[in-house]
């Protein structure tokens, strides 16, 4: 039986490693106010997937690298959803 919400569980958890061993110690200034993407706009985030997608399947950095690039490709659609909702002044799709 397909079950979605158990697949983006357990791929949201993947998410949230990405991030603390990945993302932060290597982008997170020490003040934890600033990294790159914050001054970036929507459109960038979605030039930064379109880099990893660009690369998809060649596995040119390892099998490990291949699946870290669709973590950052999750990653950066979260940005862009949030930049794109401040730059549109909309809230959420669902409440």
């Known amino acids: 039986m397909l079950n979605r919400i158990e697949d983006w569980r357990k791929f949201s958890l993947q998410i949230e490693k990405h991030i603390e061993q990945y993302t932060i110690p ?17 459109e960038d985030c979605i030039k930064a997937i379109s880099r990893y997608i660009v690369r998809f399947k060649s596995h040119i950095r390892g099998k490990q690298e291949s699946l870290r690039d669709l973590l ?6 979260q940005f862009a959803y949030d930049k794109l909702k401040k730059e549109l002044d909309e809230g959420d799709v669902y409440e």
């Open 26 to 42: 290597q982008y997170q200034s020490e003040d934890n106010l600033t990294d790159q993407v914050n001054i970036w706009t929507s």
């Open 72 to 77: 950052k490709i999750a990653h950066y659609a």
